[in-house]
């Protein structure tokens, strides 16, 4: 039997993409590309110190000026990409990893272990995202890895939900109950009907939080607290050239500026994968 799919649902699979996602996929690509070919492009150390040439404006020798330490602003800032980009993808990816883990595991072992696992769930969701993380480094310690696991323990009730979520959801399907009809156990059903109906869900949920990973990243490294201080971070430019803002305030916006550029086209490009993956419900909302 087919099923007919609303023709706005049919307009929004096939449809390519945007202009706006296009152009942020041409700027997260264009990050991505820079952070990776930062120590070919880079025309200076990053970590070199000029005194005689602090807080000089963008030039033909340093194309993005000086900061107040005479260091290329542009070779920190792509730089910087690198670990701004692996600490917040990494984040990510072990956010991901523990929250649907985490997550599976509980709804496979029954109403009272999800009970009892999704409680400690709450509590850890319980706390700002920003102050978790804070406690999480302070615990283990400044750099990158530790700033990874802080920033996947705090995002990981966010993969956790949407696991439940979309578990329930089909749950009360007509495959599943055929499954069980047929004597698949909890464990059964769920790991090889269920498993591949969450993948969307998670997926989106990646994506819609990548900003906010590089976002909190960049708060962690502005307060000090992030990666160390021989890896130069976005966050840890502005809170240097926060001091300096009116003698060098190119220093300053160099990095705000990449900052907002990243997570702007993370936040679009996520959206029109959410959209890819969910088309009824992209479809439902353009009603609205």
Excluded at 107 to 124: H, K, P, Q, Y
Excluded at 239 to 263: G, K, N, W
Aim: aromatic share 6%; with cysteine; hydrophobic share 55%.
């Amino acid at each position: 039997m087919s099923v007919a799919l609303p023709s706005a649902a049919i307009g929004t699979v096939r449809r390519g993409p945007s202009p706006r996602t296009a152009i942020a996929g041409l700027v997260l690509t264009a990050i991505i590309a820079l952070a990776l070919a930062a120590p070919w492009i880079a025309p200076f150390d990053p970590l070199d110190q000029d005194l005689l040439a602090l807080n000089r404006p963008p030039g033909p020798e340093h194309w993005l000026g000086t900061d107040h330490m005479g260091r290329d602003v542009f070779s920190r800032l792509v730089t910087g990409a690198r670990t701004t980009l692996m600490v917040g993808f990494g984040g990510a990816l072990v956010a991901f990893v523990l929250g649907a883990g985490f997550g599976l595991v509980a709804l496979s072992l029954g109403r009272v272990a999800e009970t009892a696992m999704f409680a400690l769930i709450d509590l850890i969701r319980a706390m700002p995202d920003v102050l978790l993380a804070l406690l999480l480094i302070v615990a283990l310690g400044a750099g990158a890895q530790p700033v990874v696991i802080a920033l996947g323990i705090a995002f990981a009730p966010f993969f956790a939900y949407v696991a439940r979520a979309t578990f329930h959801r089909e749950a009360v399907k007509e495959y599943v109950a055929a499954a069980r009809l047929f004597g698949g156990s909890r464990l059964h059903v769920l790991r090889l009907h269920l498993a591949p109906n969450l993948v969307g869900g998670l997926v989106t949920q990646a994506a819609i939080l990548l900003p906010r990973c590089v976002v909190t990243e960049s708060v962690l490294s502005f307060l000090g607290l992030g990666s160390s201080p021989d890896q130069p971070t976005w966050g840890r430019m502005v809170a240097d050239a926060s001091r300096y803002i009116e003698t060098s305030p190119h220093a300053i916006m160099a990095p705000v500026i990449a900052i907002v550029a990243l997570t702007l086209s993370l936040s679009i490009v996520g959206e029109a994968v959410r959209r890819h993956l969910d088309p009824l419900r992209a479809a439902g909302e353009a009603r609205l």
